[in-house]
Structures are given as C-alpha cells and as structure tokens.
C-alpha cells in the first residue's frame, strides 16, 4: 500500500456513512459555499482576472516545462545559504531521509507545520515509529491528531468536525473543562503547544512555493505556529513536492494574489513565511540547519504523461469547495489524502492501482464546477474523462458500461436505427407506466424519482406534421 | 438567416415540445429553419465514459449530417458543449475531419446563446407577456460554453407580468451528469434531493431549464416528492409568451 490512502477506498459504504452525517451534511452544505462566495468577492478586486489568471498559469507551466533546471538552481541557492538538499524518489524513501536526519541530529521532538505533502508520505506515523515525539502545530491538525484523524479538505482540515466535538475531544485528551468557545478552546491549544516548542528540537514544515532564483522556501499560514515551527527548533526540515518550484520573486507576488484568494478569500494571509537559508551568524532566531527534501512520488511520471496540467495546481482548495460531489461526501469518502476534484483526477496517478482509479474517476459528474474556480484553469473534467478513456481502454471499466454504451453506440449510428430504438423505448417502458409515469424499474434511478414517459410522437415526427401545416 | 436545428437525442423522444418551442422561437426572430432527419446522437454518454472510438463514430456521422448547415442551434446545453468543448480533441490525430470538426465548433450553438450573441434581437420590442412564478435551474454545461446564469435570467425578466424567484444553489449540479446518476446513486439521490428542497422553498410554478438530462432529473424527483411545478424549457416560455404555441404546456404532458 503506498501512504497516499488512509483507507482503502470503500466507497459505497463510505458514501452512505457521509450522507448519514447530520452534522457533516449541514458542514458540507455551508462552509464550502461561504468560502466560494468571500474567494469570489476577493478576487473581484483583481482588475482583469481573467489575465492574471492566465499569467498564473505560463508561469506554472513554464516552470514545469523548465522543471530539472529550476530544481537544480533552487538547490544551488538554497546550499549557498547554507541549506541541505535531499531528493526523495517515493514516500518510503522521503521518510528514510526525514528519519535519517533527524537521527544524525540527535532530535527528540518534532513540532510539525500543516502540510498535505507530509500526509502524502504518511510522516507523522513514521517519525513516531523511529521514536520521535511529534506534533502536529496547526489548530485544525493538531485537533485531528489528537483525535487520530486525517484531514478532510486542503485548506480546511477538520470541517468536519464541529466545535462540540471538539470541546469533548478536549476535556478528554487535553484535561481542560469543556467548552465549546473557540477562543478558550485556542488558549488550551496553545497551552498546551507552548511546551512542545520549548522542547522541540525537529521543526517540519510543508513549503507552499520554492523560488529557484532566491532559493526561497515560502510558506504561507495563518496561524503564528507555522513561523515557530521553522525558527524555533535547531533542526528545520522542508518536504516539498518536486512541482513547487518557480523562478522568480516576481512570479511568487504574482501567484500569491491569487492562490491566497483562492484558497480563503484574503488577499494575503497573516504569515508570509519566506524562508532562505537556516540563521546566520548576526541572527538570533532560526534553525542552526535547514534541510529540504524535494519529493518525487510519481510526479515525474506525471510530468512526462498528458495529465502533466495536474501539476500546475496551486493547492488552493477552490475545487474542493466549489464541487457538489465532494459537497455532499466530504473529504474522506474519497479514501485519498487529496480529495475533491484536483484528488479524483490526481490520485489514480499518484496511485495507479486498477481498483482506486475505477472507484476514483466515478466521483465526478463532469459539471465543471471546479475549472470554473480554479486560479490556473487546471480542465479537470477533462482530464478525468480522458483518464477513464485511458481506463477503458486497458478494459479496466465495468463490462456492463462497455458493452452497453458501445451497443448504444452502434444502435444511434443510423437514422433509421436510431428513430427504431427511440421509438421502441416508449414502447417497452409504456406497461410499466401509469398517467405517464414509471415508479419502479430495476435501476437505481427509480429510488428517488419516477421516470416519465417518453412523449406520443418523437420531434422528427411532430416536425414533419408541423412542416406539412399551410 | 439559415439554422439547422440540432434536436438532441433526449428532446427528441422526451421533450418535443421544446424543439417545437426553439423553431417556431428562431422562425419568429427570422430565421428559417430546417432539422435534418439524418441527425441522430452527439457521442456524448460513450465520450464521457471513456469509449472514445465510439464517440468519434458517433460524431463523424454528426459531422456529415451537419456540415452543410451556415448555423446550427441546440435546446440543450450539455450536447453543445460536447461539440464545443470535445470535438476537437476526438478528432486530433484525423486530418481529415480535424479541420471539419473546427467548422462545426464555429458554428454550433446553444438557443439562448445563439438568441444574446448572434441575433441580439430587441425582445421587449416583441412584448412577451407571461405570467407565474418562474425559478431557474443553471445546467452545469452551460458552464463549458461561457453561459452565465444572467444570459437565461433576462430573458427570463424581458418576459412582462412574470415573477421570477431565484434559485438557491441554482448552479449546483442537479446530480443528473448522465450514467452518474445510476453509477452513484446515493450522491446523485442527495444533489437532486437537496435540489428539490431549493425549488419548493421559492413558492414558484415554474421551473426553467435549459437541457432535457437536468429535467428528466429534477422533474422526476418533484413529481415523487409531490412537489407540483411545471418545468418549461426557457425556449418554450419564450414562444409561449410570445403567442407563438398552440397552448401553454408543460415538459411533461
């Protein structure tokens, strides 16, 4: 099993368990639409977004057509400054190094920053089970570890979880009366952070863009621990995926009005985190040693794939809350560390097993709900549709569709086999009807709503008659 | 000016009443129209599953039928923008029809995208006369082809003596998307469910659409949930308001 699932795709049974979650259905139904509208208001003050929208995009592209360069400059830079550069191929390999490190290092307790990418490689399992102590320092993560949760969306991790639940979680795991006060609730967190970061001797942390030309590791929070968490400990390690990279600091202004927006609707978020080089001599804070750790993953086969627009995206979690499937699912129905949209169409590649990527392309009702909000117009329907083709064509599919859908095919190749198969479904569904409605069929289709019937005369016919009228 | 109807395969069989609804529309605004019996399907439920060689034989035959056409109109949206979007990806290895396949995209439109972009006609002019309380369901397609809700909203408002209310989550899938529905039933119960929900809470009468997959859908699941609305395609309230049908109809006679 490669790290990138938590559970192993059990979706039908994970589907219904979401929709049977009151609090989760209300959740789904609310926040992601409240942040559609405040990202949309935010980027009205773009002028022209369209334009910026498409600067975004040449600059990821250039970047990923540019990429062994950009990479081997941002290395270069980075060592300069005094960094370590560390390349992983997979995500066993990438917790070795991570492991490694930290063991060279004589660390004891990590404090880690929100990063999806650690999800990606599973790596807070990994540091515990080389005996380190690690936390998690973000709100919604830190709740989630407590809890022994996986995040549920990019940018919101823990939507799913209410405020009750997270005053319940507390009194148990952190001592404190229960209350469900965000602010007091934030007080105990930070309580009970504060002597982590003291002891702490590993800081973590996920890296949001890399400029090449600086050797510049940005991260953006909006929470103070993510600043703690690289300057504090003597030993700061960076996971970054291969893709972040772009040149210049021009660039990075140019995708931060964006992916900020996009992501939360501000246009800039509390900490901008521009991280070059571990402390130098004159500098009291900031680690004694920085090491990145760029990550492959299957990215390179992504990159040299047609689905290498993927790697274009931002992370900004636009789709996620613009999409109605995962609106009504919720982040771990997906059984992927990405879920939504950029997930569906990411993670058959991340993990290009038959079952997930069956599974996987099937949660997506192509309503382009998600190129409409994507800041580098990433066209993942398109790219999910051609990922089933690429399915299909390894006969991976159900032979039910197949069969069916190319029999259909041949039927509607013909006028006259068409107009045949038309009419013959008024035919065939008319006993089955009743005031010109079906209630039952054996499908899915009839457990919620009736089927009509098809009407007296195809429009070819009435177009005929209506022709023939003086 | 000289249209080609393109029927599509649902409104042939499910909802004539709107092919008949979009001609007599465009003949009242000029045109003269013609609807090529040869048409059959666009491809579009084999190329969203996969079945891409099946889908390009489906559309040559489209490309035949309609290449002769100066314009071709749809009253739906979703098979629009199977042409638009996708025929020339599926014809991007065949030098032969790559360049006819442009041609149809060029010309291919959806009603009211061909009514607000290319005849721009002056609709208060006309004095459509209507009444009800209208809502509108945004059908997800519409998307692909850079219609934005407004495009059917004021044609909806250009209609004298109507009430329209919007919808909440009117851009939200309905949940239709095709084998979708019965690929995931659960997901799609939920979005039709949670869409019915959103029609019952304006009080309106009336429902517009603009494709036969979204009706079949939401109209199915109000009829189950005993929810009385009438669903008319935006074609079909246009010519009715305009005196143009021999009687007000529903989708769903």
Redesign the interface.
Known sequence: MTATSHNKHPFPKAIKTALANDYLQHALDTYPRQRTGRVVNALKELPDLEHVRQQARRIRDYSLAHLDTLLAQLADNLEQHGGHVHWARDADHARQLITDIAGQHNCRLAVKTKSMTTEEIALTDALSRAGLETYETDMGELILQLDNDHPSHIITPMIHKSRQQVGRLFQQKLGISYTDDPAQLIGAARAHLRDKFRRADLGIIGVNFAVSQTGSLVMLTNEGNGRLTAARPRVCVALMGMEKVIPSLADLALLLKLTVRSAVGSRITVYTNIITGPARPDEPDGPEQLHLVILDNGRSNILASPYRDLLACLRCGACLNACPVYRKIGGHAYGSVYPGPIGTALTPLLEPDLHTTKNMLELCSLCGACLERCPVNIDIPRLVINQRRDLNNARGNSRLYRCGLAAWAWAYRTPGRYTFCQRALRLLLRPLARKGWIRRLPSPWTAVRDLPLPAKKLFRDLWKQDRQKP | MQVSLF?T?L???????A??AT?RLLQHLGCTVD?P?????C?Q????????D??R??AR?FIDTFQHAPAIVSPSASCTAMIR??YE?LFADDAAYLPRARDIIAKTFEITEFITTVLQPDLAALNPRSTGRITYHYS??S??LNLSPDVTINLIKSIEGIDYVPLE?M???C????????????????????KVACIRATNADTVVVNDGGCT??I???C??QRLPVRFVHVAQLLAEALGLMDHPGDM??
Do not use: E, I, M
């Open positions: 029927t395969c409104t042939d069989s499910y909802y004539p009443q092919a008949l001609v609807c019996t040869a048409q059959t399907c491809g439920p084999q190329f969203n599953n996969g079945l891409h099946q889908a034989s489906l035959h979007d996708y990806q997800c397609h998307r692909g989550k851009d939200q899938c949940g239709f998307g095709g084998t979708f529905a019965v690929k995931l039933p659960d997901v799609s119960a939920a979005l039709v469910t949670d079949l859908n109209a199915g699941a009829r189950r769903h006679p």
